[in-house]
């Protein structure tokens, strides 16, 4: 099983900052990794596939790169509405995993 | 499109659910399909896959010849038959379809609560 890592698993930060997520794979996953935002009470929505496809209608201040074993989500200018627990998911080898989340919390 | 997930509950150790999966607004029989679980306060976990044709299903180990996955194609709707039920089940299960030409998840039914205890 391919284990994924998310770094930090908690991040304070100002709206209007620039801010980078960390997704480590313990083996390639190649380009086979998406990035997920889910808010409380509500389901997953799908952001990056493809390590740097942004999922249609995602503002363009969201952005994925990476390839291998090291992945980044970067969002370029932080909105209200982008506090969220954001999930990275490897679907290059069954049984599909997901990292165990990084909260972003208002600073 | 959209999906509707239902039939969770509650039930005892041992027993069994059978989680039903509506499908609208996009041709269902193109796409794989997948469901994923959370358990209350934790990540996500993804659970089974099915084929568009439904001729190949996987598992993660932990359901494996305890759950099954299947669809109907003629009726928009997959399936999640689920046995011999544990504790550590307990979860919000989500139905998912997969990005044409990919396997990401691009949309996702709002969820059914699966409650195993006694």
């Known amino acids: 099983e391919i284990v994924m890592t998310q770094s930090p698993a908690t991040l304070s930060v100002s709206p209007g900052e620039r801010v980078s997520l960390s997704c480590r794979a313990s083996?390639?996953?190649?380009?086979?990794l998406a990035w997920y935002q889910q808010k409380p009470g509500q389901a997953p929505r799908l952001l990056i596939y493809?390590?740097?496809t942004r999922a249609t209608g995602l503002p363009a201040r969201f952005s994925g790169s990476g390839s291998g074993t090291g992945f980044t989500l970067t969002i370029s200018s932080l909105q209200s509405e982008d506090f969220a627990v954001y999930y990275c998911q490897q679907y290059n080898n069954w049984p599909y995993t997901f990292g165990q989340g990084t909260k972003l919390e208002i600073k | 499109g959209q999906l509707v997930e239902s039939g969770g509950g509650v039930v005892q150790p041992g027993g069994s659910l059978r989680l039903s999966c509506a499908a609208s607004g996009f041709t269902f029989r193109y796409y794989g399909m997948d469901w994923v679980r959370q358990a209350p306060g934790k990540g996500l976990e993804w659970v089974a896959f099915i084929h568009s044709d439904g001729q190949n299903q996987v598992y993660v180990d932990s359901v494996k010849g305890r759950f099954s996955i299947s669809r109907d194609n003629s009726k928009d709707t997959l399936y999640l038959e689920m046995n011999s039920l544990r504790v550590e089940d307990t979860a919000v299960y989500y139905c998912?379809?997969?990005?044409?030409?990919?396997?990401?998840?691009?949309?996702w039914g709002h969820g059914t609560m699966v409650t195993v205890s006694s």
């Open positions: 083996q390639s996953v190649s380009s086979d």
């Open positions: 998912a379809k997969e990005v044409s030409g990919d396997f990401a998840f691009d949309l």
């Open positions: 493809g390590a740097s």
